[in-house]
Nanobody, 118 residues
Framework: VQLQASGGGLVQAGGSLRLSCAASGNVFSLDRMGWYRQAPGKQRDLVAIIGRDGRTNYAGSAKDRFTISRDNAKNTVYLQMDSLKPEDTAVYYC?????????????WGQGTLVTVSS
């Protein structure tokens, strides 16, 4: 499974961006899809995840400003980011994980840079 993330860029504080991540290759029924981010000098942290049934979970910093969604037919996960702040600046990585035939899988995209200027 390959993950291709897109949609990052430079935006002013208060602006919006929409990230997309499409899965390709030997794609099957993907379980959990999510977004993580890593700021310079910091560890990679969860932003939001969404299950195949649409259930979501957000990190505190993303609640009320970010919205995660997915299109199962397109094997794509999205992250709508509104009211962006300079502290949201990071490389954003998409991830898919779950179980297939009883074996765990965990794939990462290459990351897309989001820069929020003050």
């Amino acid at each position: 499974v390959q993950l291709q993330a897109s949609g990052g860029g430079l935006v002013q504080a208060g602006g919006s961006l929409r990230l997309s991540c499409a899965a390709s290759g030997n794609v099957f029924s993907l379980d959990r899809m999510g977004w993580y981010r890593q700021a310079p000098g910091k560890q990679r942290d969860l932003v939001a995840i969404i299950g195949r049934d649409g259930r979501t979970n957000y990190a505190g910093s993303a609640k009320d400003r970010f919205t995660i969604s997915r299109d199962n037919a397109k094997n794509t996960v999205y992250l709508q980011m509104d009211s962006l702040k300079p502290e949201d600046t990071a490389v954003y990585y998409c991830n898919v994980a779950g179980l297939r035939l009883g074996r765990p899988y965990d794939y990462w995209g290459q990351g897309t840079l989001v820069t929020v200027s003050s």
